[in-house]
Antibody, heavy 127, light 107 residues
């Protein structure tokens, strides 16, 4: 059974770079049927998609965060990672990693929805 | 970019009530809409994908409908465990986007 687990520092100083890793277990990150994503949720607020990556390294990011976001994949470790630069208090949130299928030329892989999520990790931006 | 608007932002209902939540996309997304349930302090859970397909293990009192720009999530008979916040999400194209959420509260 596929599982995702986020890891990384729980406290980051303003202006620094937030770095998180999501480890995939029970399956391969190199599956051609899925994208891997980061989603965040500030305290008391809704869900925000940060970005997604395919095993080939192809990425898509939220335009509101694009200039600060880097998402990468390490197939040898079955992991993908998030870097968010120049953080401020507004970046304080629970960060989730998740799996999502996709559709291409009328054929769909998986559910084309975030069907498996990590447990989430709290990241606080504070000096 | 596609914007997702949910209404209402909150609804008060009693056990046994029928509850309907609406999600509107700023442009057509075919049937590529998902619904999630999130309870306080918990991970979001996929309920519905492709607008109307029930995720495995989700009770049949949950149903989804719609296509294009207008979608609904219906809970046919609200149960105590259904009090939560519900989010829609468009999966038609990047950038992906969630709606603002609808909190279903106990009346």
């Amino acid at each position: 059974q596929l599982q995702l687990q986020e890891s990384g520092p729980g406290l980051v100083k303003p202006s620094e770079t937030l770095s998180l890793t999501c480890t995939v277990s029970g399956g391969s990150i190199s599956s051609s049927s899925y994208y891997w994503a980061w989603i965040r949720q500030p305290p008391g607020k809704g869900l925000e998609w940060i970005g997604s990556i395919y095993y080939s390294g192809s990425t898509y990011s939220n335009p509101s965060l694009e200039r600060r976001v880097t998402i990468s994949v390490d197939m040898s470790k079955n992991q993908f990672s998030l870097k968010l630069s120049s953080v401020t208090a507004a970046d304080t949130a629970v960060f989730y990693c998740a799996r999502i299928g996709y559709c291409d030329n009328g054929y769909c892989y998986g559910t084309n929805a975030f069907d498996i999520w990590g447990q989430g990790t709290v990241v606080t931006v504070s000096s | 970019d596609i914007q997702m608007t949910q209404s209402p932002s909150s609804v008060s209902a009693s056990v046994g009530d029928r509850v309907t939540i609406t999600c509107r996309a700023s442009q057509a997304i075919s049937r590529w809409l998902a619904w999630y349930q999130q309870k306080p302090g918990k991970v979001p859970k996929l309920l519905i994908f492709a607008a109307s397909s029930l995720q495995s293990g989700v009770p049949s009192r949950f149903s989804g409908s719609g296509s294009g720009t207008d979608f609904t999530l219906t809970i046919s008979s609200l149960q105590p465990e259904d009090f939560a916040t519900y989010y829609c999400q468009q999966a038609n194209n990047f950038p992906l986007a969630f709606g603002g959420g609808t909190k279903v509260e106990i009346k």
